[in-house]
Structures are given as structure tokens and as C-alpha cells.
């Protein structure tokens, strides 16, 4: 896809997992740009740093546990 100069960010998702990402979030009380914007952060953060081998898998915000 090419990447242009604006805020946007447009992908293509299944749209039963679409309903429930959105239910799920809503459940939460968080919007998708909240929810995204948050684990955007985290990602762009722990990117370079490498898992330790006890270390749980990374837990998205707003992930159930």
C-alpha cells in the first residue's frame, strides 16, 4: 500500500473480527483511534528492546488476561 503524507491510516480487516473489535472496545469504553493510538506508543517504545526469556508476551492495552 502506499503511504501518503496525511494522519490516516486505512486497512482492510474481516468485518465479523471488525464487529468484534469494535464491541470489544466499546465494552472497554475506549474508541479504535484510543485503542490503536495507546498500543502505537507501546510498540513504537519496546521495538528495540528484545524479550527476556521470562518475560510474559507483550499485553496489548485493553487486552483481556
Do not use: C
Not at 17 to 38: E, I, S
Amino acid at each position: 500500500m502506499p503511504v501518503g503524507s496525511s494522519g490516516r491510516i486505512v486497512i482492510e480487516v474481516d468485518p465479523l473480527v471488525k464487529r468484534q473489535l469494535y464491541a470489544a472496545l466499546h465494552a472497554d469504553g475506549l474508541t479504535l483511534k484510543d485503542w490503536f493510538q495507546q498500543n502505537l506508543h507501546i510498540y513504537l517504545a519496546n521495538r528495540e528492546q528484545l524479550p527476556l526469556a521470562f518475560d510474559e508476551p507483550r499485553a496489548y492495552v485493553g487486552a483481556p488476561r
